[in-house]
Nanobody, 125 residues
Framework: QVQLVESEGGLVQAGGSLRLSCAAS????????MAWFRQAPGKEREFVAV????????YYADSVKGRFTASRDNARNTVYLQMSSLIPEDTAVYYC??????????????????WGQGTQVTVSS
């Protein structure tokens, strides 16, 4: 089993920055692929970013491309999401997720068997 724990989110003004982290424990060999998703009120959970074990392969949702950066520190079993130029539409609960395999369905929730509890990010205008 894998346990994922996200850092505390927060309230930030539009245009500001925030970094989330997600620490993995347990069977960390199952965290070959780590991703971030988010869920805004009244909306479905959506893909934000994914990063491979090496960190060299990273994909982003179009809505965050150029503003968000996903990275990982395998020595600390931690993945990060650096968010910049935040806008109110980024307000959501952010979740990290992990999987043993990197597939073409990396944007799908069903590709990830392990999930964190989520952390609230609120961007004020």
């Amino acid at each position: 089993q894998v346990q994922l724990v996200e850092s505390e989110g927060g309230l930030v003004q539009a245009g500001g920055s925030l970094r989330l982290s997600c620490a993995a424990s347990g069977r960390t060999s199952s965290t070959y692929v780590m991703a971030w998703f988010r869920q805004a009120p009244g909306k479905e959970r959506e893909f934000v970013a994914v990063v491979s074990w090496s960190g060299h392969t990273r994909y982003y949702a179009d809505s965050v491309k150029g503003r968000f950066t996903a990275s990982r520190d395998n020595a600390r079993n931690t993945v990060y999401l650096q968010m910049s130029s935040l806008i109110p539409e980024d307000t959501a609960v952010y979740y990290c997720a992990a999987s043993e395999t990197f597939t073409a369905a990396y944007t799908h929730l069903s590709s990830y068997p392990y999930w964190g509890q989520g952390t609230q990010v609120t961007v004020s205008s």
